[in-house]
């Protein structure tokens, strides 16, 4: 979930391929189990694919409870104290949830296929795979006042509306808007323009209302998305800014330059992890982007021979320098993190920065004439 | 509501916890009361707690009005022009509202169970506790003319597509669409996107004009969102630059800087108010900002002991200067306001105000070296 | 509608008050007469609204059209030119259609009810009024290649939709689904998250499929509004922009500034219209703005008298620069435009011209040392 | 789809009128084919056209396949390798599937009508015609983390939504919410708030539950809406800025400036397609931007005669440095590619930089005195 947590465990083929295939078995197995009738003959293979993901996912829990990694131990003061803390970080509280949900389905509900209905806590562990979901965590968080807010009038709207259309509609439909937590249900299911149809006001002044309370249920939810889409565009922002800065920091290029030089930098420029044999451009392809490698490493393809690139090069540059084609096929050789400068942050940071841009020039001018041109 | 309202009662316990139980009590009886039996044994309790939640609040309104706190006094000419100046306040006249609704209701409706539902007007007594309402207030009134226009708009694709459903479904099926008002109710529920459908058009022009509305309808609401994101956005702005600077004012350690350096200053931090006991730390933590004291007072314990920060003192500067983990556990002993300077945001400070950063480095040099680094 | 047709008639006072009075009620007798029955004793009085509505706008119409005010004559070559061009202009168009409705529904309906319906083009009347509206279609215009993508997209995920729905439902529910034509239906039903339900999917892959096409309409639409959300967003700002600077033009404290200075300060400033005996501000409340004046006049009430300030003044600086509470109350005396400087950009353009507040600290100096601060 | 495949084929005419028109038919008859009896005069006609549009798409894929314009030859290795690209894309691909569509359908499927369902795929060459979709599929790939976190939450809460409405309901309607997946589909019928009715909770947990569901899948949706709309003003900010930078070289106005002003004022132009014959603006008219032409050719019409300008030349200053209304008609004589300066662009480039309109005033005051002012 977080950089905290991550390559805690060397069984990380485990954590990224197998866990999440026994969740999927497991979840499916529970759901189709319910579809499907008691004395049929998948009944009992479904229960066994449920059962066998409980074991192994209790397995996993124990494993992961008991075993403590070195690094954690520097970190707290005793296997005891680093073990607490995994139960109390979200990915050990789901974990333990996962391996307790069976067991205490079985104790509470008497009947074993109610027993199964437990385990969709296991759907929780998805949302541990999704590196985004920090993201949206921190926008909720900094958004949550102005949120907090548009739910205060949203509940304000929703129980004066119910409370109105059971005075307006309890006389011509008794049956259907018959009390207020009757008409309640209308009224959510009209703010959030559901509409299933079930309830529908009958009488002029409810229509008239029905009427108002859709379109301040959009107003509402579009007050709701401008606040979510501005907190997530800001946070995404300082995210970008954050992940550039760290690679910036690595190629020496880059290095030279003072503190204000290197914030302007990283604005415009953006980062890419490529795997070993990704194809990054073909000779003739137009060029729309220069790239310089952190770590890996790339091999340059020309009609006359190939050379390699290694961390802190730079290559693609002609394109945008000369609006030329590309001069040589460049594929990764080894996986590498590379940082894009695009065509359009090029010019940019020309305006801004020309004895960059003069630089990049000279080194570009120097290939040219010894070949080696990209 | 606003600043001005604030504090003036020196009942605060009062405002912030009885009277809002109060008023959820006395709400959810009204409410359940409308869905029991009247001659259920629930009744009775139920008018009786709707009743005691009637008397609460009309005291509170009297003594609200009566007593002139000495503050309104410096303020207006008299303590019965300061009386008519909480009346027509927000708050007042909501006070007023709550308190006249039940003998109101008394008055108007024959039957008790129908005076009951005038306390409805309660439930505007939770505006009173939301600090964004001012907020949305503010984007109401500065998007008011952008949003007058889209209502304009919608309101004439409403009536139009109103008057051709009827033209195009009368004969199909004249029971349903049988006039022009009928059709309206038909317009609202799809331009809305809300979709009953207890009124489907039938006719391949009825249903073609239903496909243009139902696109029309999410075209009107889209803009709509898109108003209100951006009035929304651009106050939030302004909301927090004059928050942050009236704290940033306080803390000695900006305030020997020009009004140009503030200005940049404010936009990058931002306001956290932190209550006694709260960790805002812990030792071996990753660290991704510093805070600076406002006011209040925070513990720092390390290792060898611990030591006291109070209002004007930064700390957590060693982790966004150097990469470190958190070398210790950040307590606070005094409820505090903190100013906190976000990694991201700290290296952009780096790059406009470089002064800024030495100084900072020259303390953090210095309580490292007096075995206080934090 | 726009700059260029305002103001020409003298018959504001029409144009403004009787015109759209006429219209509403011409539009409502139309509407109720569809509900009332032909033999009711509403039905005559109804129909009689409708012909005296029809007659007075067909009369604003010939006005109108025969009238060419003198400002006209001088911008075309002839009375006859200067005729075609206003039926040719939007206000023309709609006036001369809502002039034509109603005989020419005459002529086309057999029915004298049926031609009333024709009267529904007097709706668009209402956008002539609406000044927002310019500004919603040069949104429009600016987004009309990405919205144009965004409909092709659209159209293709909704034949798409209708032809599978089809494929996989025809032989479950061959009267519902039992061709593409009515499929469609159900696909635009549901791309919109209408959702009447007279056509559900009954099969698996039906309801997979009707899965996809939910979350697919949300997408498009997601789309829609973010793309009209980014073009209205950048149209005000540069509608704001315009207004502003027209009017800071004419306040002599700005016009010794360059032209740079001017546009940095243009975005700090907004504009208001304030009629006569509005209250700007009272005694004694905390102020968040200051005032400049374009033109009008306001008067200012302190408990030693009151003074007049005109046209290029400024007023309400005190509460900016010392944070105090007003120390007058500000009347308009006569209809002012002025310039309003929030506190918020008030300490940006302190940050970015301080010169500027020097100038202002010494004329509140001045005033306070006169016993006139305000 | 991309500057790569256009213009590679002579026969543009064909691409953009003949071919749309073809699949428009083709698709037309294939839909109302099956609305109409199979024993009806209609459905030979229809067949033939969906035949008849066949055979062309066929025919335009096999040219289009064959023959390599000689540009390609230039940029692949030979004729073979350059329709192996052309295959692999997405034209190409699209192209290929049209024309395997029909014979396919007729391998398949045992119905002659069934056959020809499969035409459907021509749908999709729209999307060839579209030059913002390629705008679009760079949102989504800036986008896709978030937008993959959002699909992950998605999916979590609607798996968990359905388990739960299974259990709250399962005993209150057997019939409707008998199993987990039937109750997936109220899931996304509620969450998406489309809102069929044809499942609909009926116990209070049942539509506790619902109302969350509805909120929340609002919640969801406009996150979503919130990412694209800030991935997409990303996006077209980055192609206008590239767009303007290429004409603005073209300028010899401009060229003369360093780089980091023609940054500058490429953010501040914007770019306009002018066919023979439009009309840029008349004598008269107030004027709200000036223009700078890349290519073509406009005529300039005063009163005393008129003058042609070219490449490089601008006009229309006047309106902007002096606020008087167009002293001439502008009319374009050739298709021309303008650049345009708003006026609310040209009084922040006088901010930014004063000595470009120097450059534009000199140039109008010389054109004033020779009479050729516009």
């Given at each position: 979930?977080?950089?905290?947590?991550?390559?805690?465990?060397?069984?990380?083929?485990?954590?990224?391929?197998?866990?999440?295939?026994?969740?999927?078995?497991?979840?499916?197995?529970?759901?189709l189990?319910?579809?499907v009738?008691?004395e049929?003959?998948?009944d009992r293979?479904?229960?066994?694919?449920?059962?066998?993901?409980?074991?192994?996912?209790t397995?996993?829990f124990?494993?992961r409870?008991w075993?403590v990694?070195?690094?954690?131990?520097?970190?707290?003061h005793?296997?005891?104290?680093?073990?607490?803390?995994?139960?109390?970080?979200?990915r050990?509280?789901?974990?333990a949830?996962g391996?307790?949900?069976?067991p205490?389905?079985l104790v509470?509900?008497p009947?074993?296929?109610?027993?199964?209905?437990?385990v969709?806590?296991?759907?929780l562990?998805?949302?541990l795979?999704?590196t985004?979901?920090t993201?949206?965590?921190?926008?909720?968080?900094?958004a949550?006042a102005?949120?907090?807010?548009?739910?205060?009038l949203?509940?304000?709207v929703?129980?004066?509306?119910?409370?109105?259309?059971?005075?307006?509609?309890?006389?011509?439909?008794?049956?259907?808007f018959?009390?207020?937590?009757?008409?309640?249900w209308w009224?959510?299911?009209?703010?959030?323009?559901?509409?299933?149809?079930?309830?529908?006001?009958?009488?002029?002044?409810?229509?008239l209302?029905?009427?108002?309370?859709?379109?301040?249920?959009i107003?509402?939810?579009a007050?709701?998305?401008?606040?979510?889409?501005n907190?997530?565009?800001?946070?995404?922002r300082?995210?970008?800014?954050?992940?550039?800065?760290?690679?910036?920091?690595?190629v020496?290029?880059?290095?030279?330059?003072?503190?204000?030089?290197i914030?302007?930098?990283?604005?415009l420029l953006?980062?890419?992890?490529a795997?070993?044999?990704?194809?990054?451009?073909?000779?003739?392809q137009?060029?729309?982007s220069?790239?310089f490698?952190?770590s890996?490493e790339?091999s340059v393809?020309?009609?006359?021979?190939s050379?390699?690139?290694?961390?802190g090069?730079?290559?693609?540059?002609m394109?945008?320098?000369f609006?030329?084609?590309?001069?040589?096929?460049?594929?990764v050789?080894r996986?590498?993190?590379?940082?894009?400068?695009?065509?359009?942050?090029?010019?940019?940071?020309?305006g801004?920065?020309?004895?960059l841009?003069?630089?990049?020039?000279?080194?570009?001018?120097?290939?040219?004439?010894a070949?080696?041109?990209?």
């Open positions: 979930m977080d950089r905290h947590t991550h390559n805690r465990h060397p069984h990380a083929w485990f954590e990224s391929v197998v866990s999440p295939l026994v969740v999927t078995a497991g979840l499916a197995a529970m759901i189990d319910t579809a009738e008691p049929s003959a998948l293979p479904l229960e066994i694919v449920v059962i066998a993901a409980a074991v192994v996912l397995m996993e124990i494993i409870f075993t990694p070195a690094s954690w131990l520097r970190e707290y005793g296997p005891w104290q680093a073990r607490v803390h995994y139960l109390l970080s979200p050990g509280a789901i974990d949830a391996a307790l949900a069976f205490l389905g509470i509900a009947d074993h296929q109610d027993a199964q209905l437990f969709i806590v296991w759907v562990k998805y949302l795979h999704s985004g979901l993201l949206l965590m921190r926008v909720a968080l900094r949550r102005a949120l907090f807010s548009v739910m205060t949203f509940f304000v929703f129980v004066g509306a119910a409370t109105l259309a059971y005075v307006f509609e309890r006389n011509a439909q008794p049956a259907v018959g009390s207020v937590p009757r008409a309640m009224a959510i299911v009209t703010l959030t323009t559901t509409g299933y149809g079930d309830m529908v006001p009958a009488t002029i002044w409810g229509r209302l029905a009427g108002w309370v859709m379109v301040g249920g107003a509402v939810f007050l709701w998305a401008g606040i979510i889409a907190a997530f565009s800001e946070e995404l300082r995210r970008d800014f954050l992940r550039t800065w760290d690679f910036v920091a690595h020496p290029f880059f290095q030279n330059l003072g503190a204000a030089a914030a302007d930098i990283v604005k953006h980062t890419r992890d795997s070993k044999g990704t194809v990054l451009f073909r000779q003739g137009p060029g729309d220069m790239y490698i952190v890996g790339v393809n020309i009609a006359t021979g050379t390699t690139l290694g961390p090069e730079f290559f693609g540059e394109a945008l320098l609006g030329v084609p590309r001069s040589a096929t460049v594929v050789s996986s590498s993190l590379l940082l894009v400068l695009d065509i359009a942050n090029f010019r940019e940071l020309a801004q920065r020309p004895q841009i003069t630089t990049i020039e000279t080194e570009a001018k120097r290939r040219r004439d070949n080696l041109a990209i």
